[in-house]
């Protein structure tokens, strides 16, 4: 086992991170920008370095200073937390060709993945369901045309460069194909630098739905069921529950089973999220993230399993520490994403946290490196606090959940709480009858 892990990310993460590797015995390295000097993930680490200016161009995605750390501090391995370089291949084999573990997948398979084209044929093949539409990229605006028609109108056009809602493009009927590609490629070679697209059957109020795995070095596969994460807005997922209220138990165990087999197939090491669209009863297979992501603690909450130790035992060429047999789903769990943002303005409210009080009690678990007296700097994402409830069903979380925001406070800054605490009274949300395009209409009509 390693005695030191650097940690090369910030925030509430660095500190989930950090938590593993104390109750493991490991020491920790922080790295921080400037403006994260006073940051808490800073002054709870064994160790810390300064990596450059507040910028993360220049310190949490600079490649160089982070292997000087590493260097520095006699760190043996690094956690990449979500974000900044989880996903960056090349970041991956270069800490292991300084000597160093990535805790984390193996380059192959994050670069596959970080292209979407690839990703989807390799796991089509693999026996995972995917969204009807082309194979491969469109080599031209004929073959676009043909498959259109195959497909369906409505149509979606995707950038294979793209994933989380960059680059993508609806064209409604066969009059808006031709440009609704042409303005799509143009897009994504002036974003990515790669023109390549492909298109999709246009799903319209799908659930996104999302299955947990987690890999070891001797062919053990198992996952951890899934995480219901419908409800977002542009993009940014503002709550997460799991079980999903929409899937039983033998529709969990049934998808659970072909993206284990799948996932075994493809060699993969680690932990991995394969996420898909949900509608009509049918599992539409839409991108792998191949990190630990937000909301893995409610996959924590209701499976008992620490995901961080996992990943840390797993770069360290250990075996799971559970089997599949043994993974159980015990009760609900919700996590709400509470950002500093003003709640129906989403504008970003950095600043002085003057006061600062954590919810407690039975199933309730807070995420967060905010201290009263610490200052929000502007130069990252607005994420302060991911308040995590559990519940013996969902009934019971729900009530938790209102509890603790009721209970938790965030003095001078804006916080998306009051959002909400008026989401937790509709009845399309205490029903679990919700979509991806829900809040974004809730917050047209509430708004
Ligand atoms: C789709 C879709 C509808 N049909 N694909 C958006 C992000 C990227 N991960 C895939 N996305 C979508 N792909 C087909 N064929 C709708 C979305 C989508 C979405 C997906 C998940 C969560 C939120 C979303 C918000 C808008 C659109």
């Not at 509430?12 to 994260?36: F, N, P, Q, W, Y």
């Not at 937000?294 to 399993?305: F, K, L, N, R, S």
């Amino acid at each position: 086992m390693f005695d030191k892990i650097l940690i090369a990310n910030r925030g509430e993460i660095a500190l989930r991170v950090h938590r593993a590797c104390k109750e493991m015995g490991i020491a920790t390295v922080a790295v921080h920008s400037e403006a994260d000097a006073g940051a808490m993930h800073v002054r709870l680490a064994d160790e810390s370095v300064c990596i450059g200016p507040a910028p993360v161009s220049k310190s949490y995605l600079n490649i160089p200073s982070i292997i000087a750390a590493c260097e520095i501090s006699g760190a043996q391995a690094v956690h990449p937390g979500y974000g900044f370089l989880s996903e960056n291949a090349r970041f991956a084999e270069i800490v292991e060709a300084h000597g160093f573990t990535f805790i984390g997948p193996r380059p192959e398979h994050i670069r596959m993945m970080g292209d979407k084209i690839a990703a989807k044929v390799a796991v089509r093949t693999a026996g995972i369901p995917v969204v009807p539409g082309s194979v491969g990229a469109l080599s031209s605006e004929d073959e676009a045309m043909r498959a259109a028609a195959d497909i369906g109108f409505p149509v979606l056009i995707k950038a294979a460069a793209g994933g989380g809602g960059r680059g993508m493009k609806v064209a409604r009927t066969a009059a808006d194909l031709l440009e609704a590609l042409r303005t799509a490629k143009s897009e994504a070679r002036a974003a990515f630098g790669d023109d390549s697209v492909y298109l999709e059957r246009y799903l319209a109020r799908p659930r996104h739905i999302e299955v947990q795995v987690i890999a070891d070095q001797f062919g053990a596969v198992c996952h951890l069921g899934e995480r219901d994460c419908s409800l977002q807005r542009r993009h940014q997922k503002m709550m997460e529950e799991a079980p999903s209220p929409a899937i039983d138990a033998a529709t969990r165990a049934a998808i659970g089973e072909t993206v284990r087999k799948a996932i075994g197939s493809l060699g993969y090491l680690g932990v991995g999220t394969i996420e898909f669209l949900y509608e009509n009863g049918e599992f539409f297979f839409i991108e792998m993230n191949t990190r630990l992501q937000v909301e893995h603690p409610v996959t924590e909450a209701i499976t008992g399993i620490d995901l961080v130790r996992e990943q840390i035992r797993i770069a360290a060429g250990l075996p799971l520490s559970f089997r599949q047999e043994e993974v159980t789903f015990e009760g609900h769990a919700i996590e709400c994403r509470i950002n500093a943002e003003n709640p129906r303005t989403f504008t970003p409210s950095p600043g002085l946290v003057t006061d600062f009080h954590q919810p407690g009690g039975l199933g309730v678990r807070l995420d967060s490196a905010l201290y009263a007296g610490y200052t929000i700097p502007p130069d990252y994402d607005s994420l302060a606090a991911k308040l995590i409830v559990h519940g013996r069903d969902r009934g019971e979380c729900v009530a938790r959940l209102r509890r603790c925001l009721a209970e938790m406070v965030v003095g001078g800054v804006e916080t998306t709480i009051p959002l909400f605490q008026d989401l937790l009274v509709e009845s399309d949300i205490l029903e679990g009858r919700y979509h991806i395009h829900w809040l974004e209409e809730w917050l047209r009509g509430a708004g």
